[in-house]
């Protein structure tokens, strides 16, 4: 499973890189250490992605951790990119497809 993880991480920073919502400056600090989920109050979900997911979810696959079973970002992700001008459809289908590997459920795509 951690093979299939990785390469969806992976996938997940080339669309975020095709849709150009890939940042070469990380946040301040402080925008990082919110306690909202997702970090709602500081971040948007795009650098919510790059900077918090994909930076914990990498450490946890090379340390060897158990990678968590209890993830939705799906929902998160179709919320927050609606009337978006570019089209995440790529970028949705990736964080579907992780919520799936972590969880072990079908996750119910929108229409």
């Given at each position: 499973m951690s093979a299939a993880v990785h390469q969806l991480l992976l996938s997940i920073e080339d669309e975020l890189k095709a849709l150009e919502w890939w940042q070469c400056e990380p946040p301040a600090v402080s925008a990082l250490q919110?306690?909202?989920?997702?970090c709602l109050d500081t971040l948007s979900l795009p650098q919510w992605l790059q900077f918090v997911l994909l930076p914990r979810l990498h450490q946890m696959l090379q340390a060897g951790q158990p990678l968590p079973n209890r993830i939705a970002v799906y929902p998160m992700a179709t919320e927050c990119f609606k009337g978006v001008d570019e089209n995440p459809a790529r970028l949705?289908?990736?964080?579907a497809q992780l919520d799936e590997a972590?969880?072990?459920l079908p996750v119910e795509r929108e229409a």
């Amino acid at each position: 499973m951690s093979a299939a993880v990785h390469q969806l991480l992976l996938s997940i920073e080339d669309e975020l890189k095709a849709l150009e919502w890939w940042q070469c400056e990380p946040p301040a600090v402080s925008a990082l250490q919110s306690t909202q989920p997702f970090c709602l109050d500081t971040l948007s979900l795009p650098q919510w992605l790059q900077f918090v997911l994909l930076p914990r979810l990498h450490q946890m696959l090379q340390a060897g951790q158990p990678l968590p079973n209890r993830i939705a970002v799906y929902p998160m992700a179709t919320e927050c990119f609606k009337g978006v001008d570019e089209n995440p459809a790529r970028l949705l289908e990736v964080i579907a497809q992780l919520d799936e590997a972590l969880t072990g459920l079908p996750v119910e795509r929108e229409a």
